[in-house]
T-cell receptor, first 113, second 114 residues
Framework: GNSVTQMEGPVTLSEEAFLTINCTYT??????LFWYVQYPGEGLQLLLK?????DKGSNKGFEATYRKETTSFHLEKGSVQVSDSAVYFC????????????FGKGTKLSVKP | EAEVAQSPRYKITEKSQAVAFWCDPI?????LYWYRQILGQGPELLVQ????????DSQLPKDRFSAERLKGVDSTLKIQPAELGDSAMYLC????????????FGEGSWLTVV
């Protein structure tokens, strides 16, 4: 079946460090790809998305590129801030506009001042 | 900015009692989802509606969980009787056929069963 694998956390970085969170997925088709962020005790907020191969999603300094050949959607940020501390979820959406999201366990990021 | 509304935000209930959660999706969103998120894990789909019809409830424990969306707008998720293992966050989400295929989530309802 369809699944997603994220790098295990927690990831601890110093402020202004470079961030990469790896994400790979298995799929029979070409899903849309999403990154969501969850702050403690809150729901999920959309961070960025890409709907087709080679698309780059970006928001708030975060970027991810839809790589069909490697079935990956790695999240990057050049300089993290303490306020970026949260849990990050990579989620493919299969089944088009009526499909649902498949989540992995998420990656917890802690940024130290 | 339009949001998915959920209530209650927090609920503590004793095991074997009944509990219900309510969700109001973003206006005009035909697709509504209920996810369950156990602490430290990712959300898992419980049920998906398209308008008032159930599209997928394969992971809903139907012996104790029920969900309805009678008029195709707001929705209620019920648990009866609650068990200790039901302690989790219950997330409602919605989407429309446009809007870049995006699913939007509410703030969630925390359930603690004691």
């Amino acid at each position: 079946g369809n699944s997603v694998t994220q790098m295990e956390g927690p990831v601890t970085l110093s402020e202004e460090a470079f961030l990469t969170i790896n994400c790979t997925y298995t799929a029979t088709g070409y899903p849309s790809l999403f990154w969501y962020v969850q702050y403690p005790g809150e729901g999920l907020q959309l961070l960025l998305k890409a709907t087709k191969a080679d698309d780059k999603g970006s928001n708030k300094g975060f970027e991810a590129t839809y790589r069909k050949e490697t079935t990956s959607f790695h999240l990057e940020k050049g300089s993290v801030q303490v306020s970026d501390s949260a849990v990050y979820f990579c989620a493919p959406r299969h089944g088009g506009s009526q499909g649902n999201l498949i989540f992995g366990k998420g990656t917890k990021l802690s940024v130290k001042p | 900015e339009a949001e998915v509304a959920q209530s209650p935000r927090y609920k503590i209930t004793e095991k074997s009692q009944a509990v219900a959660f309510w969700c109001d999706p973003i206006s005009g969103h035909a697709t509504l989802y209920w996810y369950r998120q156990i602490l430290g894990q990712g959300p898992e789909l419980l049920v998906q509606f398209q308008d008032e019809s159930v599209v997928d409830d394969s992971q809903l424990p139907k012996d104790r969980f029920s969900a309805e969306r009678l008029k195709g707008v707001d929705s209620t998720l019920k648990i009866q009787p609650a068990e200790l293992g039901d302690s989790a966050m219950y997330l409602c989400a919605s989407s429309s056929t446009g809007d870049g295929n995006t699913i939007y989530f509410g703030e969630g309802s925390w359930l603690t069963v004691v």
